[in-house]
């Protein structure tokens, strides 16, 4: 049998292969950020379809950190008892469900908020619209709401939580150097830029115990002029292994602007996969902790060759699993066809409309099919 379908274990957390879904927003919560049934069925086809681990959509830990329209929630108490429907539907279907924790930072959605972007540092250039400085007394609430969040999370029945650093959201911009122009104890060095994520750690691990695994997401670079490059993250790698993170998954590039985006179009052959892994070999070879790979995986043999040469431990997927949630039971039962998806990125702009993100050329293909 593959080594990518063993048995592995995070902090407690048995997975049955090493395969994950990336957070994905599905544009499928109500307006306020609750669970939907359309949306626990987006998650109960990924528990049936094999995928080892599952992480939620970003989910905004507060009212201001809102990214996008229809997005999950984990900002009040009232978003549980939905939250707790959802892992129960997927643990029954032998799924394990992580909750990934975000705020928006200067890319939250002003229509949504009602108020401007909070931002690591306010300059002149960074925005056409106001945007509003963290102060040390909001960093101080910005660590409570993501610790509060996390404390909602295990009490919804996730088996862990993320905390979503990568993509220029606000944690992300606190790293990048194109964003964070502080001259405080959270700006400057790479310690000082990563001081915020310790901070955060170190608050979530008391509220929820030991035994809750906590996992992050990071940019190997930003992929922009000025912005976070390897070394640095190597650097912030160490220092999130060494504060007892449990597992990171590396990911890069910004989500509205860069050279490299996290949903690159157009991977359409083998050598335009994983184009993030000469990174990840780079970041593996300096921590201990498990290390997640996303980033254009479509092929198997993509896959197994970054697990048994020792780039990654897990290999993390997101829009193949839009198309084909099943795709991890397709590849154990022995089809080995590289997955369906052909990264045209269509599936995110009915997410905008209100119908929720799903396959516009499955579904595009199947009408011309049936046309007579």
Known sequence: MSKLFES????????PNRFVRSATWEGLATTDGAVTPRLIERYLELAKGGVGLIISSHTYISKEGQATPWQLGIYKDELVQGLKELTSAVHKNGGKILLQLAHAGNYAEESLTKQPPLVVSNFEGLAETERQEITQDD?????RAYTVAAERAKKAGFDGIQIHSAHGYLLSQFLSPVFNKRQDEYGGSIDNRARIHLEIYQSVRKAVGNDFPILIKMNCGDFVENGLDITESIEIAKLIASAGFDAIELSGGFIKTGKLSPSRPGINSPDKEAYFQKYARKIKDEIAIPLILVGGMRSFEI??????????DYISMSRPFIRE?????????????????????????????GKGVYCVTKEREAERKTAP
């Open 8 to 15: 592995t274990i995070i902090d407690g957390m048995n997975l």
């Open 139 to 143: 960093i101080r609430k910005l660590i």
């Open 303 to 312: 896959t197994e060759k970054i697990i048994l040469e020792g780039t990654a």
């Open 325 to 353: 949630p099943d795709l991890i039971n397709r590849w154990k039962s022995g089809d080995r066809e590289k997955a369906k998806c052909i990264s045209d990125n269509l599936c995110f702009n009915p997410g905008f409309e």
